[in-house]
């Protein structure tokens, strides 16, 4: 969750709290928020109000006291005000003589301790997260990109991720394909726990490899008619390329992924991202929306495919709103590290000639420009005071050259075996590299994973 900075400087002129009442005068207009600002610093010294000296009013002799003036506006409300402003019932302004005040044999010492702090200091700043003496993090918060079936680097990292034992899961997001890898890893822990969520992780790309499809590569995220390389034309769009609506990702996701784990209590946190078209908004779907359908939805590029209906709204990929969602996982998060998984390019040195490379080169743009705003959006927080999560970032343009020129929708087996391992090399760079103030513990005996020869031949 994402800790509000508290205002040090002084109060304004205005604030009602630092202005001496007026006598015979209306109280000041005081609003909910100023009241409840006067209730919290008494409610936050209650003890000392406790530890007050008693009050002993003088005894009255002969006639009852002289009628005492209405004030301007109800009793009960003057009161109330004087009570949220001192702390203590006001006496009445006919009382001829002060009260006398008894004092307390001997005034306690008073210890040496931080500052006191207001409740409603107290409410505005939350005190932050510790930060991890020890490396790799304990909890993790995971933002997944997608780019079709460059994906696979995704599957890498989080396979490794799952050997650390002692680094949970708090909440993952993703778009497009990096929805896709995110569902699988909670269902899979969810139902089986991490090895559970390795196996299904590498059940899926296997037969993606296997038993790929015009259709699943489309949906998948990584198709474009303008990226091929031959170009069909304008009149094949907006699901002429499929015109029976045949689904076989969605029924590859339907057997692969229990719906139902998703909403239990060992799920991690959901944050799954679409495209409204009719507004272009984005949409964030959670553990108790997933459907097979919310993952089509995430993950369909419009110039192949039909807008998928949900509940009477259609979507589109929802990689051109939120590729992944940060800001939101930043605010739901109780994590105090955040690991961005970036799988599109960023860069490329060649300059685009043809109409594909323009396309690719402008598909790229575009999904690393609504992650590059949002991750310039906590940093802007952070200089501003905020605390939101430290973000970490793997990026597979680091790991493999030229990958700016490679096709988001190459199914082959060599190609996704080698995404797959350089997710993982990265993966285990990064938690060997810990962070300045942080202490590396390795783990002695980690699960009995197969290695990454085995995966290969699993794929092959």
């Known amino acids: 969750m994402w800790l509000r900075k508290s205002n040090s400087g002084g109060s304004s002129q205005d604030d009602p709290i630092q202005q001496e009442p007026v ?41 009852a006291p002289p009628p005492v003036s209405k004030p301007s506006q109800p009793e009960t409300t003057v009161v109330a005000e004087m009570i949220l402003a001192t702390g203590a019932k006001p006496a009445t302004a006919a009382e001829p003589k002060p009260a006398v ?50 994906s696979a680097f995704g599957w890498g990292v989080l ?30 822990l969810a139902e089986g726990g991490r090895e559970g969520a390795r196996r299904l992780l590498a059940q899926f790309w296997n037969r993606m490899t296997s038993e790929a499809s015009f259709r699943s590569v489309m949906l998948l995220g990584g198709f474009s008619p303008a990226s091929a390389s031959v ?26 992924i229990n719906f139902d784990a998703l909403q239990s209590a060992a799920a991690p946190r959901l944050l799954i ?23 089509l939805a995430s993950s369909c590029p419009p110039q192949v495919h039909c807008a ?56 790229q743009i575009t999904a690393n420009a609504v992650l590059n705003a949002e991750l310039a959006a906590l940093e802007w927080a952070r200089n501003d005071g905020l605390h939101p999560p430290r973000v970490h970032r793997l990026a597979a343009e680091d790991e493999i050259e030229g990958l700016a020129q490679r096709s988001t929708a190459d199914l082959g087996r060599s190609f996704i075996a080698m995404l797959h391992q350089r997710g993982r090399d990265a993966c285990d760079r990064w938690l060997h590299q810990p962070p300045n103030g942080t202490t590396l513990v390795t783990q002695e005996k980690r699960p009995a994973f197969p ?7 699993v794929l092959a």
């Open 23 to 63: 006598p015979q005068q209306a109280a000041p207009i005081r609003s909910s928020a100023s009241a409840l600002l006067s209730a919290a610093q008494i409610w936050s010294t209650e003890d000392t109000i406790a530890a007050a000296p008693k009050v002993t009013e003088p005894a009255v002799t002969g006639s």
């Open 101 to 150: 005040i008894e004092k307390p044999a001997a005034a306690e010492a008073k210890p040496a301790a931080a500052p006191e702090r207001s409740l409603a200091e107290t409410i505005a700043t939350p005190p932050l997260p510790s930060a991890p003496r020890v490396w790799p993090p304990r909890k993790l918060s995971l933002a997944l990109q997608g780019g079709g079936t460059l």
């Open 159 to 188: 396979e490794r991720l799952l050997e650390e034992p002692a680094c949970d899961f708090d909440t993952i997001s993703g778009a497009s394909a990096g929805a896709i890898n995110a569902a699988l890893l909670a269902s899979g």
């Open 231 to 256: 170009s069909f034309g304008p009149h094949l769009r907006a699901g002429r390329f499929n015109p029976l609506d045949l689904d076989p990702l969605r029924d590859l996701l339907a057997g692969s």
């Open 273 to 295: 991202a679409a495209t409204r078209v009719r507004d272009g908004g984005n949409q964030l779907f959670r553990n108790a929306d997933m459907t097979p359908d919310v993952l």
């Open 308 to 363: 998928v209906d949900i509940d009477g709204e259609t979507y589109w990929d929802g990689g051109y709103g939120a590729n992944p969602p940060v800001v939101s996982v930043a605010h739901e998060s109780s994590a105090a590290d955040l690991l961005v998984v970036q799988v599109t390019p960023a860069r490329d040195n060649y300059i685009p000639v043809t109409s594909a490379a323009i396309d690719r080169r402008l598909d």
């Open 451 to 457: 290695s990454a020869d085995a995966l290969t031949e």
